[in-house]
DNA sequence: ATCGTTCATCGCAAATATACGATAAAAGAA
DNA sequence: TTCTTTTATCGTATATTTGCGATGAACGAT
């Protein structure tokens, strides 16, 4: 109330909104760690070390490409995948921003509320 | 290679996963935010808040305290929603994890990684 | 030119998610 | 009891996601 609807929502919302949903399945959550633990890129290792098919580990990898997590570099035949840090970095700052205004956001629990 | 096929998914990442889907729609990402900021709680004045029916806000506010970010006291006829304070730090520390291995991970990229 | 490797895309099926209006349930107020 | 307020749930429609096998495209090697 007092603050006008605002018909869509926030900018912000959208963007992590979006990275939230690329890291919404456990495949990609695990490829992304694949890709920085592991000295492998190619989407056939990853294929291995997941119980998918390749064809949906293609799809994995290109979610995570659409938000620009990871980003592939063709090799002929080969792509080879890796962590797009910059991306992260900006991904990780805008969770971070987040968590802090939800966690620091004084202890205005349900009894507080009460009126 | 050397590591053994899963077939499963980890635990954590099962566990980000889930966090993740929770906050992949902007309407859930706005609800945590006004539960933080506003003093307000009832599914009614976030309903004036966002380009929503009161049906789907209920339905996000669900999500939301399926995965416990948030929970609900009832009052009589109304809830009164809040933030889930300790669930909402045990995600952010997950997260934190997750982030903190991605970033530091030795700057393989697909340069160092080409061979 | 043909083969093998690697990956993306197509086509399809099943499951989930999103959204809404209508209705039900719960409880205080008249 | 009946009305009002508030929220959840039901039913429905549409869209998106997930998954697979099959096929196609790219490219190096033979």
Known sequence: MAIAKTEEFTQEAVYLA?????????ARIQILKILTEMDVCMCGDIVELLPLAQSTVSQHLKELKRVGLIQGDIEG??????INSSSLKKAYEQIQKLFNQLTKGGSKSCETKKK
């Open 77 to 82: 035949p080969k792509v080879c995948y890796c």
């Open 18 to 26: 979006d990275i939230a949903k690329a890291l919404s399945h456990p």
